[in-house]
């Protein structure tokens, strides 16, 4: 039994430190071809946004919110990705419920 908890306390340890890395990792996303790119962190916060000056059209604002939208969406989904895969690396592939470690 104090083998299981000497394991069960470095595996969260093991997490709580991969969790850490992967919030110091950021990554990349764009949409429109490049027109809207997003840098995205491992905290899952927008870290920088930049748009093609030729992206920007006064008479359609709603195609540019639309690669905004996109770009951000994918950044978003990307640096989920990359957590749950440094996760998955500790868990071997077991689902644990978010928050858990």
Known sequence: ???ML???QKLQQD???AK??????SVEASAG???VQVVVS???ELL???I???AVDSDDTEMLEDMIKAAVNQGLRSAQEMIETEMGKLTGGLNLPPGLF
């Open 33 to 35: 071809g490049g027109a």
């Open 48 to 50: 920088e946004l930049k």
């Open 15 to 17: 997490m709580l430190k």
């Open 1 to 3: 039994m104090n083998q």
């Open 42 to 44: 491992g905290k899952l």
């Open 52 to 54: 093609d000056p030729e």
């Open 6 to 8: 000497k394991q069960a």
């Open 20 to 25: 850490e890395e992967a919030e110091s990792r």
